[in-house]
């Protein structure tokens, strides 16, 4: 069955759709990642335009944030303070990252900067994950043997205008925060992801931030970033494509439900190690589509009446 996507501009099937949205669904509910920074790529194998796929992936960041943070939220694991912070950095990098978004759009140069951000930051981050993994799973095999701190003190903490994050037991300048924010707001409007891939190691290991309180925290910052960028792709751009965003998170809630009970039957290790693949697969399958030649060197397209 044909859907066509009034957006996109392409007719698409719909349980491919669906599959797309319950592949990435499945896999957050594995691995316990938002799946933002993989739908954005899956979208662009189906056909889907590059900007559609980072404005329309954004929704699906957001639809899965919400249900997290309330849940966080009774928990009384999110640190609100230290979520405003974030969260003030985040809408300003959101704002510098739609302007070059919009720039690169008119120069012709939006599908290949989209493309080569997600080469380059998937096969950064899935080459660490990997190593981390890799470590993760000797220390299993081997628990006698040495462990690192996940945090120290750093230049980071003698920063001037500190500010006292109670929730988080810490005090520390508020500009290691906005900066956090800042660049996960940028990538929310550039690449159509939530940025909590890049955000939660940085609260553990760079701001020092309990573990427990991380993932609330992290969620509170993205839904709000994530649903501003929705709104200023689709008033800027016009390029949030509805019913695609519909199939996706229809796909994508069925598909969580089925990776949380395939998850819990997988040990830590093994699925940060399969996650780090993947994440490495993706980034390989971009950067080959980007280097081999074209079927079709160029093409001929009717623009419109004269």
Sequence with gaps: MQVYLPIAEISVNAFTLLGVGGGVGMLSGMFGVGGGFLITPLLFFIGVPPPVAVATGVNQVVASSISGVLAHLKRKTVDLQMGTVLLIGGLIGSVIGIWFFNL?????????????????????????????????????????????????????HALPFKMKFRVSGLYISVFPPLLVGMGVG?????????????????????????????????????????????MMHAVTNQSVDVMLAVFLIIGGVVGAQIGTRIGLKMKAEQLRILLALLVLAVAGKIAFDLLWPPSEIYSITVLGRF
């Excluded at 008119?106 to 981390?132: A, K, N």
């Excluded at 190691?201 to 925290?217: D, W």
């Design 104 to 156: 690169m759009s008119r120069l012709g140069q939006i599908d290949l900067i989209v493309q080569l951000s997600y080469v380059v930051f998937l096969g950064v981050i899935g080459g660490l994950m990997l190593q981390e993994s890799l470590r993760a799973l000797m220390r299993a095999r081997n628990p006698s043997a040495p462990r690192r701190k996940l945090h120290k003190h750093t230049w980071v």
């Design 186 to 230: 940028i990538l929310a409007a550039i690449m159509g992801v939530g940025g909590g891939f890049i955000m939660v190691p940085a609260m553990i290991y760079l701001l020092g931030m309990p573990t427990k309180v991380v993932i609330g925290t992290s969620l509170f910052q993205i839904t709000f970033v994530a649903a501003f960028t929705t």
